[in-house]
Every structure is written in structure tokens, then in C-alpha cells.
Nanobody, 117 residues
Framework: QVQLVESGGGLVQAGGSLRLSCAAS????????MGWFRQAPGKEREFVAT???????AYADSVKGRFTISRDNAKNTVYLQMNSLKSEDTAVYYC???????????WGRGTQVTVSS
């Protein structure tokens, strides 16, 4: 099983950019489907983006065209490039991992992203 640590969160003005990183330790990182989720205050956690071992990606409609997920298997790291940030993107962002055809069952502790309007 992998362990996940997110970084890169912070405070940014609306329209700005941030890049989140998720470093994974453990075996066989390249086999995992990796995802980003977020949870805003008073709301349930929601899906943001995912990348499979094949590099195929999927995004929530709310971030499509603004966010890009990528992975570097040599560095055991997955990234979330966030552009054109909006105040509604403010949330704690979590990295998650899942084996193929399994649910996400490994989570990081999260990193706070705050977008000021």
C-alpha cells in the first residue's frame, strides 16, 4: 500500500494559479489510479480529477478546462495544476489512490487552498 503526502496549497487571488503535489511512498505507484478530491467548509467531499496508470484522465465539470492532473511515475508523484482559480475552489484538497477496479482506499491528510476574491 502507498502513503500519500500533499503539498503546494496556499492563499491565492482569484484568477491565479497553484500547483498541488502528492508524493507517494510504497510499492508499485504506477499501478495505482490516482485522484484529487476536495472538501469545502460545510460541504461533502467531491471528486476533482483522476489519472489512471495509462495516463488517461477525467475531470469534474466544475474544473474542466482549468485544472490539469498529471503523474510522474519516476518520482512517485501526482500533480494538480490549477489555473483561473475561483473563490468556489476554496477547499481542502486531498490526494487518493486506488488499485485498478477498486475504490479509493488510501488518502493523504490534505492541503488547504484558499482563493480570495
Amino acid at each position: 500500500q502507498v502513503q500519500l503526502v500533499e503539498s503546494g496549497g496556499g492563499l491565492v487571488q482569484a484568477g491565479g494559479s497553484l500547483r498541488l503535489s502528492c508524493a507517494a511512498s510504497g510499492r508499485s505507484f504506477s499501478n495505482y489510479r490516482m485522484g484529487w478530491f476536495r472538501q469545502a467548509p460545510g460541504k461533502e467531499r467531491e471528486f476533482v480529477a483522476t489519472v489512471k496508470w495509462s495516463d488517461s484522465t477525467a475531470y469534474a465539470d466544475s474544473v474542466k478546462g482549468r485544472f490539469t492532473i498529471s503523474r510522474d511515475n519516476a518520482k512517485n508523484t501526482v500533480y494538480l495544476q490549477m489555473n483561473s482559480l475561483k473563490s468556489e475552489d476554496t477547499a481542502v484538497y486531498y490526494c487518493a489512490a486506488a488499485l485498478p477496479d477498486r475504490q479509493y482506499d488510501t488518502w493523504g491528510r490534505g492541503t488547504q487552498v484558499t482563493v480570495s476574491s
